[in-house]
């Protein structure tokens, strides 16, 4: 998807991002590429749990989020988090992350964090580009 012409601005904006993001993590010349797809959920749409395996970061460009749309949804997968007894009180305690998407949102994370999107609930239908920053010599 990003590397089709119309997208270009945002497959910049993207990279720049997670470039940004990389250095964060001290990982600042770390050669990368973009893997993409669309997201089209009509009603009753959404994804189950999931990681992104083998990739450096991922992430999700919102491009219309009607209302109605389900949230992004983020899961802390660390073990003994789970089974904490402290469900949802600090960082420390279980609790899932849910972010409400709105048109023009970028959201970049971890690959290994555990994420869903919850059932969209519209007649419009959200659209989403997602991708993975991937090694470039995984690619």
Known sequence: MLEM???AELRDTVRAQCRFVLGEMGQSDLAFRLQSWANIHDRGGFNFLHIHEGC????VFYLRVPAGSGNLVFRDPRPGVLNSFA???GPNGH?????RPDDGLLVIFPHWLEHFV??????LPRVAIAFNAV?????
């Open 87 to 89: 469900k949802g009180s």
């Open 95 to 99: 609790k899932d992350i849910q972010l």
């Open 118 to 123: 919850e059932v969209h609930g519209s007649d």
């Open 56 to 59: 450096l970061l991922s992430g």
């Open 5 to 7: 012409l119309a997208f």
């Open 135 to 139: 090694r470039e010599a995984d690619a």
